[in-house]
């Protein structure tokens, strides 16, 4: 089993669409969670940090499950400008060993 | 403000040839480091990590080699490339106990 797994993609949305991303880890000690963005062949950007109690930041929102192991991004009123990968991070106590997903690729269109 | 910066941006390499990819951090101290390689299409793979001057923490048995010869400079090293090695390697550091990861811009390698 992946140490984080994301839902494949990619999405196809239009603008103004709601669309929501899925991610589960597997290791119950994870202390911290991100969202992070890749334009195609760029470096990844941080997006935002997903906290238990959950957070938004403009169209977007995070929230975390410690039970399930689950995290979400929800991406409202599409733009196509929010095309791109969008990738799950985990990281261990300390900030150590910090794990990727494979990422979901979003394509907005007009 | 802090600044992360690594090259060569591009580079195309033949098999069996050395490697050498530096990536220095300006603005933070005892940061955690990191390398990750990204294969066409693919997630990021974590290659090594550092916590410190001369440790290494290698995640992937392969014929790559890390090493942090001061604080805020880390490279990455081949002796002899395979066709496999292509990809883009990522270079990030970290806050200690933070997490957020803050990349460079990318060194795109072709081995051909």
């Known amino acids: 089993r992946k140490e984080v797994e994301q839902d494949p993609g990619p999405f196809n949305v239009p603008e103004g669409a709601t669309v929501a991303f899925n991610c589960t880890y597997s290791n119950s000690a994870s202390q911290s969670f991100f969202w992070y963005r890749q334009d195609c062949r760029k470096e990844p950007k941080l997006l935002m940090s997903?906290?238990?109690s959950g957070n938004e930041d403009g169209r977007f929102t995070a929230q975390l499950n410690r039970a399930s192991q689950y995290i979400s991004l929800l991406i409202r009123d599409s733009k196509l400008s929010d095309s791109a990968t969008y990738l799950c991070v985990v990281n261990g106590a300390g900030g150590f060993k910090t794990i990727f997903g494979a990422g979901t690729r979003l394509f907005v269109k007009a | 403000s802090q600044t992360i910066h690594q090259w060569p941006a591009t580079l195309v390499q033949p098999v069996g040839s050395p490697l050498s990819l530096e990536c220095t951090v300006e603005g933070t101290s005892n940061p955690n480091l990191y390398w990750y390689r990204q294969a066409a299409g693919r997630g990021l793979q974590l290659l090594f990590y550092s916590v410190g001057i001369g440790q290494i923490s290698s995640e992937v048995p392969q014929n790559l080699s890390a090493s942090r010869p001061q604080d805020r400079q880390f490279i990455l090293s081949s002796k002899k490339l395979l066709l496999s090695d292509s990809g883009f390697y990522l270079c990030?550091?970290?806050?200690?106990?933070?997490?957020?990861?803050?990349f460079g811009e990318g060194s795109r390698l072709t081995v051909l």
């Open positions: 997903v906290y238990s």
């Open positions: 990030a550091w970290s806050d200690q106990g933070n997490g957020e990861l803050f």
